[in-house]
């Protein structure tokens, strides 16, 4: 009995809101248990009026960090002792590691989207690119864009155009890069605009499990060959919008490969060690068919 009872198990999870769509919890506990370490992976559903109070409890609990997505990415920040470099620079933090109290952010996003794109640089470089979205996930996406692709445009699609435009002098002020183009999110409105790019990529939530239905644009003119479309929407992993693009002969990159490419990089902050990727991204493919 008491070799099956661990004392010392280290807890870490995850803060969002919804939190039921999220395949964190199977890829982290996987790796866990490949890697035979005492850790156990939660997902924890914090409403934003609820953050602070939550960062409290990390505290007392001696939780040893956590990952962050959808609303809290940028909110966060405020509640943090110290902040990475690159998570500053892109006012958007997705991982935090306690260490004895003290709680450092993170940004990990920009590797998972990083090894996405990699094998399609020669494509994209140099390029119009369209972005949906103008949050926390965009903010990560505009950066790891400007660093490793040197896009001849980036057009941030937004519901806000304000947001959008705010986020537009953010980089422009931080990253020197001012070739942005700014458009509402109507759809009937930004057909041009989606055939010009090279790249699409959706950082929004729209298309996200239980809302699958939903699609940033269902206007099938909007894409066309030799495209490339990107929807960190993780689940379904099939989204509409990927159906739509690939109906139109674009080529879909579902959000499956980011999100385990971020992860891995988060579970080294908290353990130390190498997350086997290969193995976790076969093990959760088959566990979504199933």
Request: proline share 4%; glycine share 6%.
């Amino acid at each position: 009995m008491k070799d099956n009872f661990r004392l010392n198990t280290k807890i870490v999870g995850l803060f969002a809101h919804p939190v039921k769509h999220s395949f964190s919890p199977y890829i982290h506990n996987l790796a866990f248990e490949l890697k035979d370490l005492d850790y156990i992976y939660m997902p924890f559903d914090i409403s934003n009026s609820n953050l602070k109070n939550a960062i409290k409890g990390v505290i007392s609990l001696g939780i040893a960090g956590f990952n962050v997505t959808i609303p809290h990415k940028e909110n966060i920040i405020q509640f943090l002792d110290n902040v990475s470099e690159e998570a500053s620079l892109i006012g958007s933090v997705n991982t935090v590691v306690n260490d004895m109290g003290k709680l450092t952010g993170y940004n990990t996003d920009v590797y998972g989207i990083l090894e996405t794109l990699k094998p399609f640089k020669k494509q994209i470089n140099g390029e119009t690119i369209t972005l949906f979205g103008a949050g926390g996930a965009a903010r990560a996406v505009i950066y790891c864009l400007i660093k490793n692709f040197k896009p001849k445009n980036i057009i941030i699609i937004n519901r806000t155009e304000a947001k959008a435009d705010s986020l537009k002098e953010y980089f422009k002020s931080k990253m020197k890069f001012d070739a942005f183009k700014i458009f509402a999110l109507v759809p009937s409105d930004i057909v041009e605009v989606l055939q010009e790019s090279k790249l699409i990529i959706n950082s929004t939530s729209i298309g996200m499990f239980p809302d699958v239905d939903d699609s940033v644009t269902t206007v099938k003119d909007s894409f066309k060959k030799n495209q490339i479309i990107f929807d960190m929407v993780y689940n379904p992993v099939r989204t509409k919008l990927l159906e739509i693009a690939e109906s139109a002969g674009a080529l879909p990159l579902d959000g499956l490969n980011m999100l385990v490419y971020q992860a891995s990089e988060s579970f080294k902050l908290w353990t130390g060690h190498e997350m086997p990727i290969e193995n976790i991204l076969k093990s959760l493919q088959l566990y979504i068919k199933n």
